[in-house]
């Protein structure tokens, strides 16, 4: 009898007609069937199908990571060096690709999240290890969030007692909807306001002379500059992303067949996250054209400098609605990261989708995290020191992360998604370096 396309989807017998672009992890073979033979033949996945269902979860996890934090350290980045660290955030694009590459890979050969991998692989230890850090990191990314907005909502004159209930309730209400692909759909809405970011920066017409002359002019041996360094390394790789996107890309049930458009999705969302929060430093970079200048403290400063390009109405307005952009989308995506990753840990089932009643443990988490992280913000400063020192702090947790993303990449995955050769080499070296120097940077602006 005819096999249905989705069995053959479900079985990784789909592959895609652009190959070349879409690389399956599965070919089409032919198997037999109980008690007589039969040739399955490949069922051909168009190039417009396969990218409307692979596409979102990169694109999200990425915009995501254009977070408050991210904002605020590359602004004080490009106030205190001027655009001396801007081939950091170039320089991590391929090391962020390979990083997302592979939670893409383990939610398509695997059908499970990143969590359940390192619960299997590395047994309780590993996972408590991997819950500290995924706690760690959506804690931390969920009060520069909040504090982000609170601060925005400050410079409109709202209190942040009325603020962050608001932001609060509409997170909740967001996630509470129980469909994974509307969450996602509002989240890539907030997210692509981040682009108000490149409007500023073609605004601020920075010089390439001046660009140039800071790049050569490098501070290796300042310890304010390593530790700026790190907070940029800790703003690109957040641990929660490898656990939203392995989860996510199983959430949505993609197939091997789509492993080609869900890795253009990625590779989109880290040129556009690094790019944007580039265009954040250039920015602050070419107002302070001398470098080493004063440190920016609040999210006020961060906007005021804005004004002499758009003038203090349009800049405020276009700034804040960047800088919300940007925190809603992470607030989403961090807290269901956290939510689906314990989830996992710990061994339940992981879906948003499912009865009320089995769902609800996801919902619940979430709330927490986020009504915990309003109720802290109430009672901190809106410093753009807390938002850099929890960028630091994700850089400290990147060796962590990194050394089971590599372990489960080269030893649990099926045999057409297991990183060998080239590939395994060249994640190893980068990932590792990038670690390395997170730490040495991070170390030294402590000490």
Same mark, same amino acid.
């Given at each position: 009898?005819?096999?249905?396309?989705?069995?053959?989807?479900?079985?990784?017998?789909?592959? /895609?007609?652009?190959?070349?672009?879409?690389? /399956?992890?599965?070919?089409?073979?032919?198997?037999?069937?109980?008690?007589?033979?039969?040739?399955?033949?490949?069922?051909?996945?168009?190039?417009?199908?396969?990218?409307?269902?692979?596409?979102?979860?990169?694109?999200?996890?990425?915009?995501?990571?254009?977070?408050?934090?991210?904002?605020?350290?590359?602004?004080?980045?490009?106030?205190?060096?001027?655009?001396?660290?801007?081939?950091?955030?170039?320089?991590?694009?391929?090391?962020?690709?390979?990083?997302?590459?592979?939670?893409?890979?383990?939610?398509?050969?695997?059908?499970?999240?990143?969590?359940?991998?390192?619960?299997?692989?590395?047994?309780?230890? +590993?996972?408590?290890?991997?819950?500290?850090? *995924?706690?760690?990191?959506?804690?931390?990314?969920?009060?520069?969030?909040?504090?982000?907005?609170?601060?925005?909502?400050?410079?409109?004159?709202?209190?942040?007692?009325?603020?962050?209930?608001?932001?609060?309730?509409?997170?909740?209400?967001? @996630?509470?909807?129980?469909?994974?692909?509307? @969450?996602?759909?509002?989240?890539?809405?907030?997210?692509?306001?981040? *682009?108000?970011?490149?409007?500023?920066?073609?605004?601020?017409? /920075?010089?390439?002379?001046?660009?140039?002359?800071?790049?050569?002019?490098?501070?290796?041996?300042?310890?304010?500059?390593?530790?700026? +360094?790190?907070?940029?390394?800790?703003?690109?790789?957040?641990?929660?992303?490898?656990?939203?996107?392995?989860?996510?890309?199983?959430?949505?049930?993609?197939?091997?067949?789509?492993?080609?458009?869900?890795?253009?999705?990625?590779?989109?969302?880290?040129?556009?996250?690094?790019?944007?929060?580039?265009?954040?430093?250039?920015?602050?970079?070419?107002?302070?054209? &001398?470098?080493? +200048?004063?440190?920016?403290?609040?999210?006020?400063?961060?906007?005021?400098?804005?004004?002499?390009?758009?003038?203090?109405?349009?800049?405020?307005?276009?700034?804040?609605?960047?800088?919300?952009?940007?925190?809603?989308?992470?607030?989403? @995506?961090? &807290?269901?990261?956290?939510?689906?990753?314990?989830?996992?840990?710990?061994?339940?089932?992981?879906?948003?989708?499912? /009865?009320?009643?089995?769902?609800?443990?996801?919902?619940?988490?979430?709330?927490?995290?986020?009504?915990?992280?309003?109720?802290?913000?109430?009672?901190?400063?809106?410093?753009?020191?807390?938002?850099?020192?929890?960028?630091?702090?994700?850089?400290?947790?990147?060796?962590?992360?990194?050394?089971?993303?590599?372990?489960?990449?080269?030893?649990?995955?099926?045999?057409?998604?297991?990183? &060998?050769?080239?590939?395994?080499?060249?994640?190893?070296?980068?990932?590792?370096?990038?670690?390395?120097?997170?730490?040495?940077?991070?170390?030294?602006?402590?000490?």
């Amino acid at each position: 009898m005819p096999v249905p396309i989705c069995d053959l989807i479900a079985q990784g017998f789909v592959t /895609p007609t652009a190959e070349s672009l879409f690389m /399956p992890l599965n070919e089409a073979q032919n198997t037999e069937t109980a008690g007589s033979k039969a040739v399955r033949t490949p069922v051909r996945l168009s190039f417009v199908s396969a990218v409307a269902a692979a596409w979102g979860p990169g694109l999200l996890v990425m915009l995501a990571d254009t977070d408050v934090g991210n904002v605020v350290t590359a602004a004080q980045a490009g106030s205190v060096w001027g655009y001396r660290l801007l081939p950091v955030l170039i320089g991590l694009i391929p090391v962020l690709f390979i990083a997302q590459d592979i939670a893409v890979r383990i939610g398509l050969s695997t059908r499970r999240g990143f969590g359940e991998m390192v619960r299997e692989k590395f047994g309780v230890i +590993g996972g408590l290890v991997a819950a500290v850090a *995924l706690i760690a990191a959506t804690l931390g990314s969920l009060i520069t969030e909040l504090t982000g907005i609170a601060g925005v909502g400050e410079l409109f004159g709202l209190s942040r007692s009325i603020v962050l209930p608001m932001a609060s309730l509409v997170l909740i209400l967001v @996630v509470a909807t129980g469909e994974y692909r509307r @969450v996602e759909r509002i989240a890539l809405l907030f997210g692509l306001f981040e *682009l108000c970011f490149f409007a500023v920066a073609w605004s601020s017409h /920075p010089q390439g002379s001046q660009i140039l002359g800071d790049i050569a002019d490098q501070k290796w041996t300042e310890p304010g500059y390593l530790y700026l +360094g790190a907070g940029l390394i800790g703003a690109t790789f957040n641990p929660w992303m490898i656990f939203y996107q392995a989860s996510a890309v199983a959430e949505k049930r993609l197939t091997n067949a789509h492993y080609g458009a869900a890795r253009l999705d990625t590779l989109v969302g880290a040129i556009l996250t690094q790019l944007a929060t580039a265009a954040v430093l250039v920015t602050i970079a070419a107002l302070n054209r &001398s470098g080493t +200048g004063l440190p920016l403290e609040t999210i006020g400063q961060i906007s005021h400098a804005l004004t002499p390009f758009l003038g203090e109405t349009f800049g405020r307005a276009i700034f804040g609605v960047g800088v919300v952009g940007a925190a809603m989308a992470a607030a989403i @995506v961090s &807290s269901l990261a956290c939510a689906w990753g314990l989830g996992e840990i710990v061994g339940l089932k992981r879906s948003l989708e499912h /009865p009320a009643r089995n769902r609800i443990a996801y919902v619940l988490i979430y709330a927490a995290w986020v009504i915990a992280s309003a109720v802290l913000v109430l009672f901190v400063r809106d410093l753009v020191w807390l938002s850099v020192a929890m960028q630091v702090l994700n850089a400290l947790l990147l060796p962590v992360i990194a050394v089971f993303l590599i372990v489960i990449a080269a030893k649990l995955l099926t045999d057409t998604a297991r990183l &060998s050769g080239l590939y395994l080499g060249l994640a190893v070296v980068s990932l590792g370096a990038v670690a390395v120097a997170g730490m040495i940077g991070a170390l030294a602006g402590l000490f």
